[in-house]
């Protein structure tokens, strides 16, 4: 399966200012995701990224607070813009595999806003 | 839309079976899968099974699927401390978006 390098792993923000943070593939993938994960809750999809275009947002996010590229195909970052402490959260990004039909994750970047 | 409901909580004693459950409202789900989170780290895919199966065994891991009742179950035999972690049900349809639903994960205990 592929694997995923996603930096940073944590980082303590202060509010007003924003972070980006990146996802590293080691072979070429058609799909690419970002995800919140608050404690205790669900994975929530936050947009997909496209190679070439503008990403696809879910519901209740937005290209403002949460602009994404992806330059290639192995390759993607997500910005938490302006962030405020509702922005506290673990940052996930995700690639669907075609071997398996599965999803692989990065490790994740658990990001605080004081 | 689609939903995937499971329990929050399970704490069982190192060496005896774990169960987790899962349910799902989408009839079209195609591809069920169960993931693991141990502190820290990302998602990592433990198994998945298509709709056309009704069990899946690898090693110390059973998933049983019963698509009339849209339940999934994960069974982890001989369960020891370092099963302790958030396991995720998730399913994903055929077509459309390519997108899976994730549950909210249950958090398995394994205590001495």
């Known amino acids: 399966s592929a694997v995923i390098s996603q930096k940073p792993s944590r980082d303590i923000c202060q509010r007003g200012t924003s972070l980006t943070i990146q996802c590293q593939v080691d072979?070429?993938?058609?799909?690419m995701f970002w995800y919140r994960q608050q404690p205790g809750q669900s994975l929530t999809l936050i947009a997909t990224a496209n190679q070439g275009s503008e990403a696809t947002y879910e519901s209740g996010f937005v290209i403002d607070k949460f602009p994404i590229s992806r330059p290639n195909l192995t390759f993607s970052t997500l910005t938490v813009s302006n962030m405020s402490p509702e922005d506290s959260s673990i940052y996930l990004c995700?690639?669907?595999?075609?071997?398996?039909?599965?999803?692989?994750f990065g490790s994740g970047t658990r990001l605080t806003v004081v | 839309g689609e939903d995937v409901e499971q329990s929050l909580f399970l704490s069982v004693r190192e060496g005896d079976s774990s169960v987790i459950n899962c349910t799902y409202t989408?009839?079209?789900?195609?591809?069920l899968y169960w993931y693991k989170q141990e502190p820290g780290a990302g998602l990592q895919l433990l198994t998945y099974?298509?709709?056309?199966?009704d069990m899946k065994q690898d090693q110390r891991l059973t998933v049983l699927l019963n698509k009339k009742d849209k339940h999934l179950s994960l069974r982890i035999a001989d369960t020891q401390t370092g099963d302790s972690a958030i396991y995720f049900c998730?399913?994903?349809?055929?077509?459309?978006?390519?997108?899976?639903?994730f549950g909210r994960g249950t958090s398995l205990i394994v205590h001495p």
């Open positions: 072979s070429q993938v058609t799909m």
């Open positions: 998730a399913e994903r349809s055929s077509g459309g978006s390519y997108i899976p639903t």
């Open positions: 099974i298509f709709s056309n199966m």
């Open positions: 989408d009839s079209s789900s195609t591809y």
């Open positions: 995700s690639v669907r595999e075609r071997v398996n039909y599965g999803y692989t």
